[in-house]
């Protein structure tokens, strides 16, 4: 059974920096296309930015485009969102995902869509 686990979130100081971790469990993520979304409190959820199978296409949101970028490391089974240039208006819980709908403009859930657990990113002075 497919298991998600992020890691590397907490709290930044503006302008700072994190880089979160997804691994996985019960799968090889190479062969999946990945996303990461977040969801701030009394917000909807937003789609941050995915990466496809095969050819690692990426996309991001508007909102975190130049600051935020995704990766694959197949030897560690794992899918990673270095974020950079942090602002406030990052903070949110972030979630790790497989098969996503993605493309230009394009970074949603579909109902076969699988979440991790969440973790929590602060960026607060």
């Known amino acids: 059974q497919l298991q998600l686990v992020e890691s590397g979130g907490g709290l930044v100081q503006p302008g700072g920096s994190l880089r979160l971790s997804c691994a996985a469990s019960g799968a090889n993520l190479d062969l999946y296309t990945m996303g990461w979304f977040r969801q701030a409190p009394g917000k909807e959820r937003e789609g941050v930015s995915c990466?496809?199978?095969?050819?690692?296409?990426?996309y991001y949101a508007d909102s975190v485009k130049g600051r935020f970028t995704i990766s694959r490391d197949n030897a560690k089974n794992t899918v990673s969102l270095q974020m950079n240039s942090l602002k406030p208006e990052d903070t949110a819980v972030y979630y790790c995902?497989?098969?996503?709908?993605?493309?230009?403009?394009?970074?949603?859930?579909?109902?076969?869509?699988?979440w991790g657990q969440g973790i929590q990113v602060t960026v607060s002075s």
């Open positions: 990466i496809t199978s095969r050819r690692n296409n990426d």
């Open positions: 995902t497989v098969d996503p709908k993605c493309g230009p403009n394009l970074i949603e859930a579909s109902p076969i869509t699988s």
